[in-house]
């Protein structure tokens, strides 16, 4: 498994959380929410080339 992908969502989610929290306690939920909407599909869009990946490798291991 490659570590470095692992770090970069790691990462992403620590800076969302902290950006979140900051919003909300400034009373800005609505942008604290669109932050956190925003975390989930960067980390989403890194995700899609390893499923993709995933999927190859399961089809060239069952010959679909």
């Not at 692992?6 to 900051?22: H, Q, R, Y």
């Amino acid at each position: 498994m490659e570590i470095g992908l692992v770090l970069k969502i790691a990462g992403v989610g620590m800076l969302v959380a902290i950006i979140s929290t900051v919003l909300s306690k400034a009373g800005r939920d609505e942008q604290a929410m669109l932050v956190t909407v925003g975390g989930i599909l960067v980390v989403m869009l890194m995700l899609i080339e390893e499923i993709g990946v995933l999927l190859e490798t399961v089809q060239s291991v069952f010959g679909l």
